[in-house]
């Protein structure tokens, strides 16, 4: 009867619908289900310490079963007292559940710190993964993607809320309270079929009229996000060693920790707001929990009192009634949404870091040997689908040769470094190397053949050793690209000394010193088989005498490589095969020094002005030009 009349209204369903009813809802069940970042973190649990979880779980419904197995020793004792029989078994029983009890607590504890912390190893593990496995650099700099970012990194710093290793002890506990529920509605069965169903009932409708309470839903509004991340900027400016100079000389001791204060507020008022109890919600809840109970407790008293219960059962049932109360709303709610949170973060990231630090898949040919040709043609690239920054970009660079890029701020040089190095691909047009699209290169090989020092170069704290040669090299030849780049004598020339102050004998470098090393860098993979040496601002830190010298250096040890260089320093430039002027993205002037010089363009006239700056440096006003009437020379200024 009943299962006919579940087929017929499956039946209804179906119609309804036009396909088949029952699939669809039990599978619209579990999609909502498996989309529930609850489902996900547990799911994430069970991957990240598959043992230490099957433990946690055993835990947590063998201290849920026991508070409804000390009832059952309570009601035992008191009929055991009733008739006046041996209380010896309800004693043991009860004893031994009490005991039981309070050693599962501590127990539990130690398992949800290990699991905590194996789960948080595993959460960064997976977004190392996830960042660093993708050839591309798009992903990193997506703003769309930066607060799942910031959360996948930052969770476990105990900013947003406990690290794992404490919530999980939080998740635990409100666990063991639902499972203590569930548990007590089932003995209440020994009473009246009814009477579950109605506390479950009551006690379970506070989670669904509590719920804007349990969960943070405005977590990811871009108020949020953009009030996190002032809150974490001023904490950084704060205490990190870098804006620590301005702090100081400016006096903003004040104004930064002002400035902490509001955002770090702001950030807790919109917390509070959108996960305060509503008055509303929490008056139905009483109503509903208060009539809920009031029935059940009066059908027990009532059936006590027409002689249907003795007072063992009485006992055990009015215990369990008001152990229904554990499936409450509360901690559970709140512990799970902050532990959950970061895995759902993890999840949303891996998905979309595949795509955005994607490059156009090639044909994986090998690299090229030795100096190689490189080829523009008509590239154009926007960030982003912004403002373009190259566009109609066109240069040959013969292969073994050098060629210089100039031109002002954000005409797009680095970005050509970038592109040549493949960590985007162009959004029209090709790159050709030795003929070879540069997509159709497998980037991995290509990278190999390729080295440079970048405007931003990374400065490693460890050894000088791994400095200079991240993936390895012999160690005379890590000294004789030192040497190429004027470091002989850094860190003491021992390979070992650690470039930090941090560790023990470490040592720190002044700026100049670092881009001195960041060549080396780039040196020591030209000398272990890289034929394209790209060079963004190698010598924007070096002293003027160190500058020439070192760049005379630099080109005769890549001799053998085709050499890009990216430089203001125009007494670098023009040392260059040839030079490249570029603005708004495309090429504007391209010869060597001297046919730059006679064209008088671009290039002249910041070659000028920078001359005429260096003679001011050098020795006072320089000496005044006049025309052939007589007339002061007065330099356009660009
Ligand atoms: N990661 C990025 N995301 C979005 N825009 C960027 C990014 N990097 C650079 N840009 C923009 O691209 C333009 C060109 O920047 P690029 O760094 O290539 O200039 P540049 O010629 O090297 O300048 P500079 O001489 O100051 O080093 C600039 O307008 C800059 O704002
Ligand atoms: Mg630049």
């Not at 369903?13 to 996900?40: C, K």
């Not at 310490?49 to 059952?72: I, K, N, T």
């Not at 009031?294 to 008001?322: E, K």
Request: net charge negative.
């Amino acid at each position: 009867m009943f299962r006919s009349r579940i087929l017929s209204l499956s039946g209804t369903i179906r119609d309804q619908n036009g396909r088949n009813g029952e699939g669809t809802m039990v599978g619209r069940v579990l999609t909502t289900l498996r989309a529930r970042q609850e489902w996900r973190f547990f799911r994430a649990l069970r991957r990240a310490a598959p043992a230490w979880a099957v433990a946690w779980w055993a835990l947590v419904v063998l201290r849920g079963v026991v508070p409804a197995g000390v009832s059952v020793a309570f009601g035992w004792l008191v009929d055991a007292v009733d008739r006046g029989g041996s209380l010896a078994g309800p004693l043991t029983l009860t004893g031994v559940l009490f005991t039981v009890s309070m050693v599962l607590h501590p127990m539990h504890q130690l398992v949800s710190a290990n699991l905590g912390s194996r789960m948080a190893d595993h959460l960064y593990d997976r977004l190392m993964d996830a960042t660093v496995e993708q050839p591309g650099l798009g992903h990193l700099e997506r703003p769309e993607l930066a607060a799942d970012l910031a959360m996948a990194r930052d969770f476990d710093l105990g900013m947003m809320g406990p690290p794992l290793s404490i919530s999980m002890d939080f998740v635990a506990n409100g666990l063991v309270q639902l499972v203590i529920g569930f548990a007590a509605g089932l003995l209440l069965f020994g009473f009246t079929w009814w009477a579950p169903f109605a506390l479950l009932l009551a006690w379970g409708s506070t989670h669904w009229l509590l719920r804007e309470s349990g969960v943070w839903k405005d977590r990811n509004t871009d108020e949020v996000r953009t009030a996190q991340r002032h809150a974490d900027y001023s904490y950084r400016l704060a205490v990190d060693a870098g804006p620590g100079k301005e702090l100081r000389l400016f006096g903003l001791a004040g104004w930064v920790i002002d400035r902490f204060v509001a955002t770090r507020t702001r950030l807790y008022d919109l917390q509070f707001h959108a996960t305060r109890l509503r008055e509303r919600s929490v008056a139905t809840c009483l109503a509903v929990v208060v009539v809920g109970n009031v029935v059940v407790f009066w059908a027990i008293a009532r059936a006590a009192t027409d002689g249907d219960l003795s007072t063992a059962r009485v006992v055990v049932f009015v215990q369990a009634a008001i152990g229904v109360s554990a499936l409450a709303f509360g901690g559970l709610n709140w512990a799970l949404d902050g532990a959950a949170a970061p895995v759902a973060a993890l999840e949303r990231l891996e998905a979309a870091v595949a795509p955005a630090g994607a490059l156009c898949p090639g044909g994986g040919s090998d690299r090229p040997s030795g100096a190689a040709e490189l080829r523009f043609h008509d590239v154009s690239f926007a960030y982003d689908e912004g403002r373009a920054v190259l566009d109609g970009f066109d240069l040959t660079v013969p292969a073994g040769s050098s060629i210089a890029i100039v031109g002002v701020n954000g005409a797009g040089k680095t970005t050509l470094a970038k592109l040549l190095c493949r960590l985007y691909d162009p959004t029209g047009g090709r790159i050709e190397i030795d003929g070879v699209a540069l997509t159709d290169l497998d980037p991995q090989a290509w990278r190999r053949h390729v080295t440079a020092v970048f405007q931003d170069f990374v400065r490693f704290e460890m050894s000088l050793r791994v400095n200079v040669a991240p993936a390895g090299a012999p160690d005379e030849v890590i000294r004789a690209a030192l040497a190429d780049a004027g470091a002989s004598d850094l860190a003491g020339g021992d390979l070992d000394t650690v470039l930090s102050k941090g560790y023990p004998g470490g040592t720190d470098l002044s700026g100049g010193q670092w881009q001195r090393i960041a060549l080396a860098r780039a040196l020591c993979a030209v000398r272990m088989g890289a034929g394209v040496l790209l060079l963004d601002e190698p010598t924007a830190q070096l002293d003027v005498r160190g500058e020439a010298e070192i760049f005379e250096r630099v080109l005769a040890a890549a001799r053998s490589t085709t050499t890009v260089l990216i430089s203001h320093r125009f007494s670098t430039v023009r040392l260059a095969d040839r030079i490249c002027v570029m603005d708004a993205g495309r090429v504007v002037e391209l010869g060597s020094h001297d046919e730059l010089m006679e064209l008088g363009g671009r290039y002249r006239a910041l070659f000028e002005l920078q001359a005429s700056r260096f003679s001011l440096d050098a020795g006072g006003p320089a000496e005044p030009e006049y025309d052939e009437d007589g007339r002061e020379v007065i330099r356009e200024r660009l």
